[in-house]
């Protein structure tokens, strides 16, 4: 069974930058397809961006594109999500999650483990 923890979240004006990390367990991360969803105030929970098991196949939602960048870190079984240029809109609980197989996908039902979340708030 794969364990993911996320760690990062926080308090950030509009404009400014945080990095998620998103540590798994056990020694199959490699093999995995990763991606980053979250679930803004009311709403449901959206992509975010995913990652192949090798890092070098990504896809972005259209709403981060070009702001954030996701990697991974295989040999520290670490995933990661670098937010730039923050948007009150980015407000939601960032989750990360695995998939069973080793390609990227973009909805929430391509992936089997999740992590518990962790708040990202933009103010304005």
């Known amino acids: 069974q794969v364990r993911l923890v996320e760690s990062g979240g926080g308090l950030v004006q509009a404009g400014g930058s945080l990095t998620l990390s998103c540590a798994a367990s056990?020694?199959?991360?490699?093999?995995?397809?990763m991606g980053w969803f979250r679930q803004p105030p009311g709403k449901e929970r959206e992509f975010v961006a995913t990652i192949n098991s090798s890092g070098s196949n990504t896809v972005y939602a259209d709403s981060v594109k070009g702001r954030f960048t996701i990697s991974r870190d295989n040999a520290k079984n670490t995933l990661y999500l670098q937010m730039n240029s923050l948007k009150p809109e980015d407000t939601a609980v960032y989750y990360c999650a695995a998939r069973q197989f080793s390609g990227i996908y973009t909805t929430a039902t391509g992936y089997v483990y999740w992590g518990q979340g962790t708040q990202v708030t933009v103010s304005s």
């Open positions: 056990g020694r199959t991360f490699s093999m995995n397809g």
